[in-house]
């Protein structure tokens, strides 16, 4: 996000990521990135931006979160090996008055890995903060994953352009020196891998956003952010070019 021209303060927030069991995919990403903004127990200045996501990785029909240990690292990654999965990042953005809520999807298909390369992996880059159990930019990224559909960054940890896009619509198309509006980001989600308006991003690339609606809530309510296969939280220090958590654990 620095490289992208952000300038933010990122911040702590305590949460449970847990989230009802009929939630499927997208909505589980969701709830967790607005979960994390209702967490946030500071008000907001005018001008101010909170930035809160989370990034699953849905795969079979089952959410893949941060492996509890070793060995379900490595059954994240038997599930995972010759299969097509998607990593969902959802994204929270809210000020004084309003918020927003979307979520950016990417395919990602792995070869088939052998329990030698999985266990490998695991022993050495310890996944266990990632999403999935796996980091893209990583050993097991670099050699076993053959084909990705969308946005590359979400798989990091934080598609940086949709947040920047998001960003620009929030603000009502100003942003950065020009509107003085801060951003602050959640600390979190990592790579391993979802309301506003439709965006119009083609399939394979998928973005859905809730449209931006008037928070009726206090100020002091929520706000946070994580990026690839991890999460974070954030609040708003000056808008620049868009927003977990930071590299995606996934």
């Known amino acids: 996000m620095e490289e992208a021209g952000f300038r933010f303060r990122v911040v702590a927030i305590r949460f449970e990521e847990t989230q009802p069991s009929h939630l499927r995919g997208k909505e589980i990403a969701e709830f967790l990135a607005a979960g994390k903004s209702a967490s946030w127990d500071k008000p907001l200045a005018p001008g101010q931006v909170l930035i809160t996501a989370d990034t699953i990785v849905w795969c079979h029909d089952e959410n893949l979160g941060k492996p509890a240990d070793d060995a379900e690292a490595i059954r994240f990654l038997r599930k995972l090996s010759g299969c097509r999965h998607e990593v969902i990042t959802g994204i929270c953005l809210r000020d004084s008055k309003k918020e927003m809520i979307l979520s950016v999807t990417t395919g990602v298909t792995f070869r088939e890995l052998s329990d030698d390369e999985i266990e490998y992996y695991v022993s050495n880059y310890r996944p266990l903060d990632k999403a999935g159990a796996y980091g893209i930019q990583e050993w097991i990224g670099l050699r076993g994953i053959t084909t990705i559909e969308g946005s590359y960054y979400n798989v990091v940890g934080m598609p940086v352009s949709e947040l920047y896009t998001a960003l620009l619509h929030f603000t009502g198309n100003e942003i950065g020196h020009k509107t003085g509006y801060e951003t602050a980001s959640?600390?979190?989600?990592?790579?391993?891998?979802?309301?506003?308006?439709?965006?119009?991003?083609?399939?394979?690339?998928?973005?859905?956003?809730?449209?931006?609606?008037?928070?009726?809530?206090?100020?002091?309510?929520?706000?946070?952010?994580?990026?690839?296969?991890?999460?974070?939280?954030?609040?708003?220090?000056?808008?620049?070019?868009?927003t977990r958590n930071k590299t995606r654990n996934i």
Do not use: D, L, M, Q
């Open 186 to 242: 959640e600390t979190g989600k990592e790579s391993g891998h979802e309301p506003g308006s439709e965006t119009g991003y083609e399939p394979g690339k998928e973005t859905s956003s809730k449209t931006v609606k008037e928070s009726g809530h206090e100020p002091a309510r929520e706000i946070r952010h994580e990026t690839g296969h991890k999460s974070g939280n954030a609040t708003g220090n000056e808008t620049r070019n868009k």
